[in-house]
């Protein structure tokens, strides 16, 4: 409610800053004599900004500092002895009982009489302080449109101005890609070093029994090794990666040299189907499909195979990544430049003895970053692991036995009966970093080599 | 004006209950709106209650085991100080294994025999020995040993453990004299070459069981009801699981449902009386929540958690 | 050698009516030449009139290229080259090629040497295969200036070493024809002057045809000397008449400056 | 020239030695060129592979067991007073209140008796069986089914009308044969009389399968299987991708304006550069956890609500965007810039009066791909919670949902396996066909643009 | 107006010095020259001497380049166009640029000439605008041939066209200086002629700035002529005595063809 009425008030004053600004930049354009830097509408715009900015600086300032200064008024209105009387937990359970009160919930219990003076009084404290708040920003806009509208002359530079601005909303918008990374590694950080207050980092990394406790057993946390999920997940992009990366760098190979034109165009995005899939919907064909064909399988052939196993899910995430491994690998060979290959040809090489003793090698530095690429995607996928690959934090090398991984164990810990406040479910955020670690540094080594290959062949 | 819709979170066992339970109030109801209700385990469930009062904080959490007094702190802590407990039920863990496969008829000790990484010989702890059922007891079928238990990050695991495994270890009679350590370390080490923890959820289970169909698994009661086709259960100490037999204390696995209102809501959002009084009538929501699997409670204890509700905080 | 004397050299390269189609676009309009054996014969036009298109006929090259089309006739030593039971494979080894660009593989120095006799079977030992690798580089003069680094990449080298590099590369199979397509546009003068010389010498054992933008160059290192434009050969000649002495009109303007 | 002599073999003897390798050679390269087909046909097989069996499983979801009965709303079992009726001295309120009461009274009746009479009514005379298993026949939600038809129309009391309800999923099961129907009574989840019984609804046309519309037009239930749907879910997710819209293209495409048209080169340039692309490859459920931690608990926002899906999966396709608007942008040929310049537009008029129109189509397309991607995205979802049961269409982002790949994940690990798991698959084909669709586009466009430039 | 006219004519743009660096790299070693009012003065010179980056120094496109460093004084009408509180959008719309392939805006042809215009606030009204872009048109000898299809895209005119559409847009925002580098390198003799002819008419009211690869071509628009060579103004004046007596030795070697 008080939001809508200060994003109408805000509006206001837009539309008035603006208007304001066209008409006097309109006024300059008819006055003749000199020549008018900027157009009416550069005029308009400026006054906005200008009007705008104090105003919403205003409004911040309260969003920032208003909670505080509404706390100290709280605590202001509760009798000195009572506040004796309370303790931290206590103090705050009251404060939370009186802003209950003022805004209407009930509270359980008996009010105290102060508990319910304090929430009245507080409640036109809010109320009085919304309209000053609102005030202020209406005064400081004013004020400021006045000011940026008495600066308007012909030779003002209102468009110059105006796209400064729109360059500080452009440099702010490609802020937010910086702000998401550092809200990753903020939130990941300190809710990661809560669950080390509870667990020895040396026990998380190196331990090699993963076995949190139950939520009932409060002090024996149990055993947090990263090992076991550590060996999951490696041995799952193993198998992922061995399904991968020899079909879809054929497939590259295939489509990018040998293929008919007509072939190429239907197969290159058929095959890139595969890569909009949804993780889920492979996850669940692992499930109810290939899982149960390679337990048949292997029992035909005396292997005892677990449906949900490392190798289901590894099968099928190799399937998923094919397209990613197959459309990377065409980049970078079509990036080898024709004269090499026109080389070879020229030797009398076939086409198989060029790309295989030419253009590979020259590629390998691209294709090894691709594949790179494509293991960290490997390393963080959830959903077809959460679903095929059977959850067993054990350390063991059968790839026929389920396994589980960082991701999943990180949704099983997060979304389990676990103890919020305890290090059962914190662990979750310490796995999150630790992904998050993987990945940056498989990115930034597969990027560098890519970029270094690029710059080979510019 | 304030939200309108009851907010409710936790654990995914009792998640199907209340989902049916929100249905039929939201049919039954025509001024309320159909509450919604998410999953994300009993503690983030409760997590969520903790957080505070007020629109964006949720009215209700669904637990399979009682709140903890750590929870209660950072509860008070957030405000949060009228939490009114209701246990509505009981939820029944059985042993199942393929349809295809023999019967079993287990005991607690025969799981713990079973499952324990150490279990005591005349008096000393030693190596497990059994390899197949019949090992452990010459009346178990004549197959390997292989247990699908539900992981740590489950309510359910708290049951089996207290019920079946430190059940088993009693009666097998731990030897005297271990430390504190020893003795949780003897009731929590299992073996891994045949005890296969799930994280995930009952489907997960199951798929263990068909790709392996030597497998024993624990399930929840309903869950099993539901898939009769493919499963067969087990009885425990000689007792067949089903509704009635754990509604009368006879079957020993099962532990009893919550869900936490959070009293400071009543009356600010609408219907959250109305939602508890009609989850535990038996008229309502009695019929259809036992289809689905709950095992009730004794109609006193529902009378006493009733008043206690009505009553306010506690 | 006087350079009339190509004229009586035996025909090596017999061309008649080659067209060649890129899609819908005809980038030959027949042309018919024939190339005498153990001389070099230049390709000069200006830019665009298919020197390079035809000199890629001759050994097939433009079968790697999409939608290109040749008709007519070539032949070497008297066998159609474009006969569908001819090994575009073998021909290749027959016919090499140099690049305009220089484009030594990223291998060592002898990997590229030692490439085609590897790929071809042409050396039955390593020893075999090390010495044509020396002789190759030998031939195309950068012996001495690489013979501490052959296991060095090919790509380390100058401008200049890198093609001929690719010369000795070509020179490796023993092939009979060379074709080399502006060999020198990417080179300073000096590593032109060099390639200049090597091409001079390499005339007395294999038929070297050059396509160059360079009418300097063509005077300088050929013996005949094909002047095309727009797709069409327009004259032809020893290299001598062709400019000091053009019969065409078109060959004049260009020769004079003043088209192209 | 010594050397000439040992090297130049003579030419029928190097000829010799060429032939001699070339059928090898000739054959290692049809493997190879057979290794690649077979790649392909391997990639394009797997493709295939992953539609047949989804479809295979799906399609029987898409026809259900539907029950035809003739309901009497019979006075002695619908025993409420006649529904209020507003009285010129009544205020609107009071009138409210008084109908609700009403319609509450309503609810408190027992109107399985209701679809107990009618489903006796349509069995063989004298066929035997208990109350129980005769309405397990008949999907949970039948009642409420006729109780609304008859608060809306109160006249109905003694009459007796046709109504269409739905067939239990237990029914459904038996009718589809979901269930082996030669197992025991033990094994079986319908009694045998109720099995009976529903042989003979099927032979005399009680009971006859229809499509499935309830897919499409119910949201998710639990206590009445049959009749779960997906229309909250899609719903959800169309909210979801809305937020993403309007958040990640604008936001991404001005990042991507930014760096690549006025950024100095700097330190902090580079730095972006790479942290951008770093961020397109960070796990989405990394995101998941920055939601929960930021969202959620830092900033309050509901939980399971649209608007943090959206805005979780706004950051994961951020990167996204503006890579892809960033190669669109290098694109544009200097020419276009210089005319621009040329006219004295000054930069920011050049980018957005000429260059942004141009790369338009590119934007749009890489747009659709990032939303087709995130559309399917489904563990970061997981951890903000919208893995709820939610039994209402969101009307606002702000209102509970799920999305649907998260239905999926719920359906999927629903007890009833013999049910759920052909409408899993059915739920899968219609989020394969939103994103085929979506896809599609992109490519048509794609190629549309290509023809244009 | 007899060629020698643009002798006596007023100076609108003084240089002084200009260098410019791209990088390390220098590509202009001090310019100073004078470019007189409604006349046109061509640069010539081989390829690479800097007549494009001397160009681009006037109306401070080379702004855009980055790396690019420009020293020395340029002055329009007195005025330090290098002048930090000169803002260089102004400038532009002063002196307005023609390049050397046609690249008009994929709009259409009303809205390629109306942009300038329009962003320079230049037109009050739809009529204004109107009447804005058909004289411009017609002043680039176009209109009648597009005058029935103002609204298709300018794109899908011909080359010669497109080109005349560009020399309109610049046209339109009534510039004071016409730069065009190399306007009539992308089109045929055609073409080529009807914009050399409509450059001729442009100089009554536009001083304009043309650089060409082409000495016929300076020899037929321009009055003055300049030759640059590796970054060095060699010489300027008149065009028919830099063409008929050049005072410099580099100036006649260029002239005979015998450099560049
Ligand atoms: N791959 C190709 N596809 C289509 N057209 C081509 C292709 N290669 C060359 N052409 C066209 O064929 C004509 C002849 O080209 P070619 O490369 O043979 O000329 P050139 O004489 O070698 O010119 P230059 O001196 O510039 O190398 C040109 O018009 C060219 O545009
Ligand atoms: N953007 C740039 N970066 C670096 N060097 C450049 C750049 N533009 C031009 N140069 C160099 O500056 C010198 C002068 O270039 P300029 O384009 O002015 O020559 P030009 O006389 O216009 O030649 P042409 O007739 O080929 O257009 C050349 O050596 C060129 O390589
Ligand atoms: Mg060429
Ligand atoms: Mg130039």
């Not at chain 3, 501490?148 to 000795?168: F, H, K, M, V, Y």
Request: hydrophobic share 45%.
């Amino acid at each position: 409610m008080n939001s809508l009425i200060i994003a109408g008030l805000l509006l206001v004053l837009l539309g008035l800053a603006y208007q304001s600004g066209w008409s006097r930049g309109r006024g300059l354009a008819t006055a003749d004599g000199v020549k008018v830097h900027s157009r009416p509408q550069y005029h308009g715009s400026y006054v906005a900004i200008w009007a705008l900015l104090p105003a919403l600086a205003i409004i911040g300032l309260w969003g920032w500092f208003g909670d505080g200064i509404t706390h100290n008024f709280i605590v202001s209105q509760i009798p000195v002895d009572a506040i004796q009387a309370l303790d931290q937990v206590g103090l705050n359970a009251t404060i939370a009982r009186i802003k209950a009160l003022a805004s209407g919930y009930g509270v359980a219990g008996d009010v105290l009489p102060y508990e319910q003076s304090a929430g009245d009084a507080l409640r036109s404290f809010q109320f009085i302080t919304f309209l000053i708040v609102v005030a202020a920003a209406a005064v400081a806009g004013i004020v400021a449109l006045l000011y940026a509208r008495s600066r308007i002359t012909a030779r003002h530079r209102a468009r110059n101005a105006v796209e400064r601005a729109i360059n500080l909303l452009l440099l702010a918008c490609s802020g937010v890609a910086i702000l998401t990374t550092v809200g990753i590694v903020a939130s990941l950080v300190t809710e990661a070093l809560k669950f080390f207050t509870f667990i020895n980092p040396l026990d998380f990394f190196f331990g090699t029994v993963w076995n949190p406790n139950n939520a009932g057993t409060a002090g024996n946390w149990g055993s947090y090794g990263l090992l076991p999920l550590l060996a999951g997940t490696l041995m799952i992009t193993l198998i992922a990666m061995l399904v991968a990366v020899p079909v879809g760098l054929m497939a590259a190979i295939y489509l990018s040299q040998y293929a008919p034109r007509q072939l190429r165009a239907v197969a290159k995005p058929l095959i890139e189907i595969l890569a909009g899939i949804p993780t889920i919907v492979f996850g669940f064909f692992a499930l109810v499909t290939v899982g149960p064909f390679l337990r048949d399988a292997g029992n035909l052939i005396g292997l005892s195979i677990n449906a949900t196993s490392a190798l289901t899910a590894g099968i099928v995430m190799g399937i998923m990544i094919i397209p990613f491994v197959s459309s990377l690998s065409d980049d970078i060979l079509n990036q080898v430049p024709r004269t090499l290959r026109d080389g070879a040809y020229g030797l009398g090489a076939t086409k198989s003895e060029t790309i295989r003793n030419v253009l590979l090698p020259a590629a390998l530095p691209g294709i090894v970053g691709a594949f790179l690429l494509a293991v960290s995607r490997a390393v963080g996928e959830t959903m077809i692991v959460v679903l095929a690959a059977g959850n067993s934090p054990v350390l063991r090398g059968n790839p026929f036995e389920p396994v589980a991984t960082i991701t999943v164990s990180i949704v099983n810990q997060l979304t389990g009966d676990t103890d919020f406040a305890g290090p059962q479910s914190l662990v979750g955020f310490a796995l999150g970093l630790t992904l998050f670690v993987i990945t940056l540094c498989l990115n930034i080594f597969a990027l560098f080599i890519v970029r270094r290959f690029r710059e080979q062949y510019e | 004006q304030s939200r309108d819709t009851i907010q409710i979170a936790g654990s995914s066992t009792v998640l199907p209950f209340a989902s049916i339970v929100a249905e039929e109030f939201g049919a039954a109801f025509p001024e309320f709106k159909t509450p919604v209700v998410g999953s994300g385990g009993t503690g983030g469930g409760l997590k969520q209650f903790c957080e505070g009062v007020g629109d964006n904080t949720i009215d209700i959490a669904n637990a399979s085991r009682a709140i903890k007094d750590s929870e209660r702190e950072a509860c008070t802590a957030a405000g949060v100080t009228d939490i009114r407990e209701i246990q509505f039920g009981y939820d029944g863990i059985v042993f199942a294994s393929a349809a295809s496969g023999p019967d079993f008829a287990l005991t607690p000790l025969q799981v713990y025999k079973a499952i324990a990484a150490k279990v005591p010989v005349d008096g000393a702890l030693v190596d497990n020995p059994y390899k197949k059922w019949s090992d452990i007891d010459p009346s178990l079928p004549d197959q390997d040993i292989s247990l699908a238990i539900p992981g740590t990050n489950h309510g359910t695991r708290e049951v089996f453990q207290l019920e079946v495994i430190d059940a088993g270890a009693e009666e097998a009679g731990l030897p005297e004299g271990l430390t504190e350590e020893e003795h949780t370390a003897a009731l929590t080490t299992f073996r891994q070459d045949v005890v296969v923890e799930i994280s995930g959820d009952y489907t997960e289970t199951l798929a263990r069981l068909t790709s392996n169909p030597n497998t024993v698994g624990v399930f929840g009661l309903s869950f099993y009801d539901q898939n009769k086709d493919t499963l067969k259960v087990a009885t425990v100490n000689g007792v067949v699981p089903s509704n009635e037999s754990v509604a009368a204390g006879e079957y020993p696995v099962s532990r009893p449902l919550f869900f936490y209102v959070k009293g400071q809501h009543i009356g600010t959002i609408p219907g959250i009386e109305e939602y508890v009084q009609f989850f535990l009538s038996e008229a309502a929501a009695g019929g259809s929540l036992e289809a689905a699997g709950l095992i009730p409670q004794p109609e006193e204890k529902t009378a006493e958690v009733l008043a206690a509700f009505e009553a306010g905080a506690q | 050698m006087n350079p009339t004397d190509a004229l009586e050299r035996p025909i090596r390269l017999h061309t008649k009516d080659v067209t060649v189609h890129y899609g819908a676009k005809q980038a030959l309009h027949g042309i018919s030449i024939d190339i005498p054996d153990r001389a070099v014969t230049s390709f000069i036009g200006p830019s665009g009139c298919g020197k390079s298109t035809f000199l890629r006929c001759i050994n097939r090259m433009n079968d790697t290229i999409e939608g290109a089309k040749v008709g007519g006739l070539i032949e070497l030593d008297g066998e159609n080259i474009y006969d569908p039971s001819l090994d575009v494979v073998e021909l290749r080894a027959r016919i090499g090629m140099v690049f305009q660009k220089p484009n030594p593989f990223p291998k060592s120095i002898y990997e590229n040497v030692a490439y085609g006799p590897k790929i071809h079977g042409l050396a039955r030992s390593k020893t075999d295969l090390d010495e044509i690798v020396v002789s190759s580089l030998r031939k195309a003069g950068l012996f001495e200036e690489v013979k501490d680094r052959l296991n060095e990449p090919g790509t380390g080298l100058s401008g200049g070493q890198q093609q001929r590099l690719c010369i000795a590369r070509a020179i490796a199979v023993s092939p009979e024809v060379i074709l080399m397509d502006e060999p020198c546009s990417a080179l300073d003068p000096i590593a032109t002057a060099i390639i200049e010389e090597l091409i001079d010498e390499l005339r007395e054992n294999y038929t070297i045809v050059i396509v160059t933008h360079s009418m300097q160059q063509a005077a300088r290192v050929s013996q005949r000397t094909a002047f095309f434009h727009l797709g069409n050969l327009i004259e032809e000649g020893v290299t001598e008449d062709i400019f000091t002495n053009p019969i065409n009109k078109q060959t004049q303007d260009y020769i004079m400056g003043r088209i192209g | 020239m010594t050397d000439m002599l040992s090297t130049t073999q003579p030419s029928d003897e190097r000829t010799r030695l060429i032939r001699a390798s070339l059928a090898r050679r000739h054959l290692s390269e049809a493997i190879f060129r057979g290794l690649g087909l077979a790649a392909i046909i391997l990639a394009l097989g797997f493709v295939a592979l992953l539609f047949t069996d989804i479809v295979r499983k799906g399609i029987p979801a898409f026809t259900q067991s539907n029950l035809h009965l003739s309901v009497t709303f019979d006075p002695a079992v619908i025993d409420v007073d006649p529904a209020p009726v507003r009285t010129a001295d009544q205020s609107e309120a009071d009138f409210r209140a008084a109908s609700l009461k009403w319609q509450r009274d309503v609810a408190m009746l027992n109107w399985n008796k209701v679809i107990e009479a009618s489903l006796r009514a349509a069995a063989p005379a004298g066929f035997d069986i208990d109350t129980r298993q005769l309405l397990t026949i008949a999907e949970t939600d039948a009642r409420h089914r006729v109780r609304e038809l008859f608060v809306n129309d109160p006249s109905l009391l003694g009459q007796t009308v046709q109504v269409d309800v739905l067939a239990s999923a237990n029914a459904d099961n038996w009718i589809k044969g979901n269930i082996n129907r030669d197992l025991g009574d033990a094994q079986q989840q319908l009694a045998a009389p109720a099995r009976a019984l529903i042989d003979q609804f099927e032979a005399n046309g009680t009971i006859t399968s229809g499509f499935a519309w309830s897919i499409f037009t119910n949201v998710d239930s639990r206590a009445a299987p049959a009749s779960a749907g997906l229309l909250g879910a899609f719903v959800g997710t169309l909210w979801m991708m809305m937020v993403v819209i309007l958040l990640a293209v604008p936001i991404g495409v001005a990042s991507a304006i930014y760096l690549e048209e006025f950024a100095p080169k700097s330190r902090l340039t580079d730095l972006i550069e790479v942290n951008i692309n770093n961020l397109a490859a960070v796990p989405s459920i990394v995101f998941g956890l920055l939601g929960a931690a930021v969202f959620i608990n830092y900033m309050h926002l509901p939980i399971s609500a649209p608007i943090v899906g959206g805005l979780v999966l706004t950051l994961m396709t951020l990167p996204t965007i503006i890579i892809a608007t960033r190669g669109a942008l290098l694109g544009v040929s200097p020419a276009l810039r210089q005319a621009a310049l040329g006219m004295g537009a000054s930069k920011t008029q050049m980018v957005f009066h000429h260059v942004l129109p141009v790369t338009f189509p590119s934007i749009l397309t890489a747009t659709i791909l990032g939303v087709a991607h995130a559309l399917g995205e489904t563990a970061p979802l997981l951890l903000i919670g919208m893995k709820a049961f939610v039994a209402a269409v969101p009307a606002t982002p702000l209102d509970q949902a799920t999305a649907l790949p998260v239905q999926i994940y719920l359906w999927q690990g629903n007890e009833n396996r013999n049910f759920f798991e052909p409408r899993t698959a059915a739920a899968i084909m219609v989020l394969l066909l939103v994103m085929i669709m979506l896809n599609g586009v992109a490519i048509y466009l794609r190629s549309k643009l290509e023809k244009r430039a």
